[in-house]
């Protein structure tokens, strides 16, 4: 691949990431995705040019994200791509393995419970609870769905670090309030509200209908 313009040099990656904005940690994922894609296609090396050309950034924002990292591009080589990996990947704490749980087992949580890509990040979906009395007792994508209602029993068993919401909008912040109460460090929320919880539990709120509605206003004014 062709080279980037810039010198390279490696230091301690978490130099500056406990001062990265939000925004950069969502490029900083996708960068992470785009890189072990490439490896898979068995490319050794990329440029700030190529990975901002690959999830719509300018190669300048690359190169920012990057250097925050303790890394530069190096002329006439690029960025190494197992190197970059390792490196976002510490980063992001994907060199860690977190034990996952999901709340609600709809359309949404069978199409995630059915993903295979989050083992590969450091992910692995421990259990699955819904109420349905259907899905209760089976198992999608090999991963059991229990009783919602043994939730807390089973979560003192399993201890998991993190946790997806994909439940009904009324049941989110009451599902929420039990997930920080059994120690839950993260929740990724999907149902359409804002979580704000207590104590020092992270939350990541992501509103599908809020995203359609920003891609539609940019087609309007692409």
Do not use: C
Not at 122 to 150: C, E, M, Y
Not at 203 to 210: C, I, Q
Request: aromatic content about 4%.
């Amino acid at each position: 691949m062709p080279s980037d313009p810039t010198p390279e040099t490696t230091s301690d990656p978490n130099s500056g990431v406990n001062k990265l904005p939000r925004p950069a940690v969502g490029r900083l994922s996708l960068y992470f995705r785009e890189l072990h894609r490439l490896a898979d296609q068995g490319e050794t090396h990329i440029n700030s040019k190529q990975l901002g050309a690959l999830v719509d950034v300018s190669p300048a924002v690359v190169r920012r994200d990057l250097s925050s990292l303790g890394t530069i591009g190096r002329r006439g080589v690029g960025y190494p791509i197992d190197k970059l990996t390792e490196q976002i990947g510490t980063v992001l704490g994907s060199g860690l393995q977190w034990q996952v749980i999901l709340v609600g087992v709809g359309s949404l949580g069978d199409a995630l419970l059915r993903y295979r890509g989050f083992e590969r990040l450091g992910f692995r979906l421990v259990a699955a609870f819904d109420l349905d009395p259907a899905k209760i007792d089976r198992q999608i994508g090999g991963v059991s769905i229990w009783n919602a209602a043994t939730m807390a029993g089973k979560l003192a068993e399993l201890s998991p670090d993190l946790a997806i919401l994909a439940v009904p909008v009324d049941q989110a912040p009451s599902v929420a309030a039990d997930l920080v109460a059994a120690g839950i460090s993260g929740i990724l929320n999907f149902a359409p509200t804002t979580l704000r919880l207590p104590g020092s539990t992270a939350v990541v709120n992501v509103d599908l209908a809020s995203e359609l509605q920003r891609l539609a206003f940019s087609v309007q004014n692409r």
